[in-house]
């Protein structure tokens, strides 16, 4: 990439940080990238009905369609003062751009948008180039997805989450699971008189923690973790709880389904119940109310699978011969530790899928975040080179 497409990528991310975007507040973002990309030559821009901005640069009709994803949505600022930077202000420094959104993911969307005109300046791709700015991910992974998947109908989806320039082929799903434990309320003087619901918990967490969970030898493990729990009422004021509320984290591997992620501790429910007449639990998937921008809503599941493709396949190996081939040596085959928006489009539609883009997963949600700035050039030359070899 010569200077001048340099600058233009770098001014184009930092607006994109200088725009907030935390989740459900992505409009300004959108407003930016409709006109960032029409200018850039775009041949169409669409924003769905979900609040989504979709660039097309049109092929010529005789390869497959290629879909480049990254979301526009950012966590918020828990505390201003923790940043030495101004978390808005793409502040350059040590060949870094700082600020919240720089590496998940803004670095990253910004090099697609520009890959992608770029490809038009080149000569046409065989097929179809689209590049999606998708909203509500940080909360609801692939919701937004699946509307732009509806509208572009791609052949090959590539994640813009951040690898480090490697090649990723998959990721571990996520479930988000809500416990409930019953009980009767009574004066904590007489605690006789009632069924303490914490209590009631604490036998069915033990059980829980005992559970045997299936290992993936190229996913690693899943995990099912204890992230918060609370007693009903809150506080307690002399009164026995008469319900208890956990949630559980629980990563899942491919395969896994809601339901035999479920049926371990809903068994555990049933011998605690047998064991104790007292004994009242529930168990489900917890889910999340999405409200984007356009007033879109809806209720997002919160069960996201896995997915992974075969490391031998033509598609893995096409792309990273593409990436070797501009100079990306040192790229290799990877997975992601957390959920991508690949799961909709690999774990629940079955597209082919990779994930591709600058910056470390560890720069992901963190104070003083940034990306580097020959990562973000060089994953702008990645993702041309990718859409020209996927596409054909």
């Not at 097309?56 to 940043?83: C, E, F, P």
């Not at 600020?99 to 005109?117: P, Q, V």
């Not at 604490?202 to 045997?212: D, F, H, V």
């Not at 068994?267 to 529930?282: M, S, W, Y």
């Amino acid at each position: 990439m010569n200077k001048a497409g340099k600058e233009q990528l770098m001014n184009l991310c930092m607006k994109m940080i200088q725009t907030p975007s935390i989740t459900g507040q992505e409009k300004e973002l959108v407003t930016l990238l409709k006109r960032e990309m029409t200018n850039l030559g775009f041949d169409s821009v669409t924003i769905d009905c979900m609040g989504n901005i979709i660039g097309k640069i049109q092929g010529t009709g005789k390869g497959k369609t290629i879909l480049m994803d990254g979301h526009l949505d950012t966590v918020s600022i828990a505390n201003r003062s923790s940043w030495s930077v101004e978390p808005f202000g793409a502040e350059v420094k040590d060949k870094k751009i700082y600020g919240r959104g720089a590496s998940d993911m803004k670095g990253a969307l910004a090099a697609m948008i520009y890959a992608a005109a770029q490809l038009k300046k080149e000569g046409r791709c065989p097929g179809d180039v689209y590049v999606s700015g998708t909203v509500y991910e940080e909360v609801a992974e692939g919701y937004s997805l699946g509307s732009v998947i509806d509208y572009t109908k791609p052949d090959v989806v590539i994640i813009g989450e951040a690898t480090n320039l490697n090649l990723n082929i998959g990721q571990r799903g996520r479930a988000q699971i809500v416990l409930k434990t019953f009980g009767v309320p009574a004066h904590s003087a007489n605690p006789k008189k009632g069924v303490n619901a914490v209590l009631h918990m604490m036998k069915l967490i033990e059980k829980i923690q005992q559970i045997s969970l299936p290992v993936c030898p190229v996913l690693g493990s899943a995990e099912l973790v204890l992230t918060d729990i609370i007693s009903s009422p809150y506080p307690g004021a002399s009164v026995i709880p008469e319900m208890c509320t956990a949630t559980f984290d629980r990563r899942l591997l491919t395969g896994e389904t809601k339901e035999s992620v479920l049926a371990p501790i809903e068994q555990i429910i049933a011998e605690l119940t047998e064991q104790d007449t007292t004994f009242k639990a529930e168990v489900k998937i917890d889910t999340v109310t999405v409200d984007t921008y356009v007033k879109h809503k809806g209720i997002h599941e919160s069960f996201v699978p896995a997915w992974l493709v075969e490391r031998s396949s033509s598609l893995v190996s096409q792309s990273l011969h593409a990436l070797h081939e501009i100079g990306l040596s040192n790229s290799e085959i990877g997975t992601y530790s957390f959920c991508t928006n690949g799961s909709m489009s690999a774990g629940v539609l079955n597209i082919p899928t990779l994930g591709f883009g600058p910056s470390y997963e560890s720069q992901a949600h963190v104070v003083d975040e940034y990306i580097e700035i020959d990562q973000m050039t060089q994953a702008c030359t990645g993702y041309m080179a990718l859409a020209k070899a996927l596409a054909n």
